[in-house]
C-alpha cells in the first residue's frame, strides 16, 4: 500500500469501507510517515470530539475542517516555531505561512523539481541566507559543502538525507560548518521547509536546470 494521504481524513473518521480501514490501519501500524500525518490530522479533529448533542454537525463543518487540513491554514499550527526561527512576530510568522500558498512569491531553486521563497529575517539572523524551500516528491537537493551552520525545519511532507536519515514535519535537519550532505524529498506532500544558512554552501557536484 502506498502512502495514505488520500484516505487519511476518512481513515481517522473511520468512514472507509470496513476492509479498507482494517488495510489501512495496518498500514499505519508500520508507517512513520503516516503516523506523523496522522498525529497532525487527528489535533484538528479533536474537536469533533467535543460535540455532545446527538445530532449531525450543520452543513459545511466537516468539509470545513477537512479543506482547512489541506488548505492555506495548514501551516499555521506552526507560526510560534517560524516566528522563533526567523526572528520575527507571530503576526510576521503568520503571513509568512499565509504566502507559501501563493504561487508567485516562489523562484527557481538550485535544481529541477526546487522551489525556493526568500524570507527577510529579524536583527538576531541579520546576514544569514535565509528561505521556505518547497521539494517535490522524488527532487534531489544536490551533495554540497556546508561554510557555515545550516538548519532545515520541515513544515509538511518528509526527506530522507544522504545518510539514509528521514526527516518529517516538525523536526529540524541542522548541520556543522565543514559538512556536507544531500538530501531527497519523499513520497506523499511536496516537502517544504524553513532554512536558515550561516555563511554559504559550495556544491560538490553539477547543478542540472533550475527548479
Same mark, same amino acid.
Given at each position: 500500500?502506498n ?15 470496513a ?7 495496518q498500514?499505519?501500524?508500520?508507517? /512513520? ?8 490530522l487527528?489535533?484538528?479533529l479533536?474537536g ?6 446527538? /445530532?449531525?454537525?450543520?452543513?459545511g463543518v ?7 487540513m489541506g488548505g492555506?491554514?495548514?501551516?499555521r ?10 526572528d520575527?512576530?507571530e503576526?510576521?510568522a ?41 521539494m ?5 537537493f544536490p551533495?554540497?559543502t ?5 538548519w ?18 516538525? /523536526? ?5 560548518e ?12 511536496a ?21
Amino acid at each position: 500500500m502506498n502512502h495514505l494521504d488520500d484516505i487519511l481524513p476518512d481513515l481517522l473518521l473511520r468512514t472507509l469501507p470496513a476492509g479498507e480501514q482494517r488495510a489501512a490501519e495496518q498500514h499505519l501500524a508500520t508507517c /512513520e510517515r503516516c503516523r506523523a500525518e496522522a498525529h497532525r490530522l487527528s489535533a484538528t479533529l479533536e474537536g469533533l470530539d467535543t460535540l455532545t448533542v446527538p /445530532e449531525d454537525p450543520p452543513p459545511g463543518v466537516l468539509d470545513r475542517i477537512l479543506q482547512e487540513m489541506g488548505g492555506p491554514g495548514r501551516f499555521r499550527r506552526f507560526a510560534k516555531e517560524i516566528a522563533a526561527f526567523f526572528d520575527v512576530s507571530e503576526e510576521q510568522a503568520l503571513r509568512l505561512l499565509t504566502s507559501l500558498d501563493t504561487p508567485g512569491a516562489w523562484v527557481p531553486g538550485p535544481s529541477r523539481g526546487i522551489r525556493m521563497l526568500p524570507v527577510e529575517t529579524g536583527p538576531a539572523k541579520a546576514g544569514m541566507l535565509a528561505a521556505f524551500v518547497r521539494m517535490q516528491p522524488g527532487a534531489r537537493f544536490p551533495q554540497h559543502t556546508h561554510l557555515g551552520r545550516e538548519w532545515n525545519f520541515l513544515l509538511e511532507g518528509g526527506i530522507r538525507e544522504s545518510s539514509g536519515r528521514e526527516f518529517w514535519p516538525g /523536526e529540524v535537519l541542522e548541520r556543522e560548518e565543514g559538512s556536507a550532505h544531500s538530501f531527497t524529498a519523499l513520497e506523499g506532500p511536496a516537502c517544504t521547509a524553513a532554512t536558515l544558512l550561516e555563511g554559504v554552501a559550495s556544491f560538490d557536484e553539477e547543478l542540472g536546470k533550475p527548479g
